[in-house]
């Protein structure tokens, strides 16, 4: 994309207030770059046929997307930070001078799916970015100059999985896989499924409702960079570039997506921002559901809260304080029966174990 001149904050501002003042422009972490170090904070292509006809059916799309939810199964509001008091989504991070966004915006999806599926807020899930875009992204020909897509790094996760941050952590270079701990195959998250929801706000917001959150591209405008809070509607018609973010919620009462974003708490609603509906394409391009997310790792630093079985075999299961109910299954009976003896003693001490589990079983237990 072109580098544009800088946005004047007081014309906007000025424009805003002709508009009633829908969102507030401000000065912060974003507005403080140069233009050609804020254009590397995106990172998905643009075509600009495509552009144009998405960007001609936004009034449709927001139509679709407010009357998304009449007499449907799911909410009217839905927001992943607070869910009965708790909050599902990870801490928002910062990808600085590298076009990948889609990491950030499909590893956030698959860390916010794995907690709330699992109903388990305080779930240690800060995956790997670096493994996404520089390991998969690099094969496929992605740089820090070109970005990437979501579909087929969803592929990827899907059929491969992606490690957690300690065993390939993110610099913002490009770089090869050779950080890459050799033993991530026994650490690491895989999605279960994902379906393409582009163009389909009822899809959107169901499985926001069910797994927590949804990964989406929007075309970035001049103006959004000066984002600080309330629901975004652009104001110029001057294109910066793609970008690619999780959504973690929306509000019919106010029209509006709720998404996290990959530039740091200083920007917008402490990384959080709220958008229009149909505004910027944020429903029409590059929208995916992930369905779930199965994890295989070590989680350590857990005491069992409780424990339950019955007659059947292969039927016993723990509950973590950090990772909610587990089966044990290690497809041994007497392998099955020491492991909940072990557990049931730490869990009568008080103490601490840890659990390797795959696909939500169990396999192995070290309790101390």
Not at 83 to 112: N, R
Not at 132 to 140: D, I, N
Not at 228 to 241: E, I, N
Request: contains cysteine; proline residues 4%.
């Amino acid at each position: 994309m072109p580098v544009n001149e800088p946005i004047d904050l007081a014309e906007l501002r000025a424009a805003l207030e002709r508009a009633d003042n829908p969102w507030r422009a401000v000065s912060n972490s974003m507005t403080r770059l140069t233009e050609e170090q804020r254009v590397t904070r995106l990172g998905v292509p643009v075509d600009e046929a495509e552009h144009a006809e998405i960007m001609a059916a936004q009034e449709p799309q927001a139509a679709a997307a407010r009357e998304a939810t009449a007499g449907a199964e799911f909410p009217s509001s839905f927001d992943l930070r607070d869910i009965g008091g708790l909050d599902y989504t990870t801490p928002v991070k910062d990808q600085k001078s590298c076009g990948s966004c889609v990491a950030f915006g499909t590893v956030a999806t698959m860390e916010h799916v794995v907690r709330y599926t699992d109903r388990a807020p305080f779930l240690p899930t800060d995956l790997s970015e670096a493994h996404a875009f520089y390991g998969y992204g690099r094969e496929a020909g992605a740089t820090c100059e070109t970005g990437w897509l979501p579909e087929p790094l969803l592929e990827k996760a899907r059929d491969s999985g992606i490690t957690f941050e300690d065993y390939f952590p993110y610099t913002d270079r490009n770089q090869d896989s050779s950080k890459l701990n050799p033993d991530w195959p026994n650490r690491h998250a895989k999605v279960v499924n994902w379906t393409n929801d582009t163009n389909d706000p009822a899809a959107i917001k169901r499985d926001i409702a069910t797994y927590g959150s949804v990964v989406t591209c929007f075309y970035v405008y001049q103006d959004f960079f000066s984002y600080g809070g309330g629901v975004y509607r652009r104001q110029t018609d001057t294109l910066a570039g793609g970008h690619c973010v999780s959504l973690v919620g929306y509000d019919d009462a106010q029209a509006c997506w709720i998404a996290k974003n990959s530039w740091g708490t200083d920007w917008g609603e402490q990384g959080f921002f709220r958008i229009g509906y149909g505004e910027c394409g944020i429903e029409s391009w590059h929208t995916c559901g992930v369905q779930g997310v199965s994890l295989r790792a070590w989680l350590a630093d857990q005491r069992i809260l409780g424990l339950w079985s019955n007659e059947a075999d292969a039927n016993v299961w723990a509950y973590g304080e950090l990772r909610g109910w587990l089966s044990l299954g290690s497809d041994v009976s007497s392998t099955d029966a020491a492991m909940l003896a072990a557990l049931a003693a730490s869990k009568s001490a008080g103490a601490k174990v840890g659990l390797f589990e795959d696909s939500g079983r169990v396999q192995q237990v070290y309790a101390w």
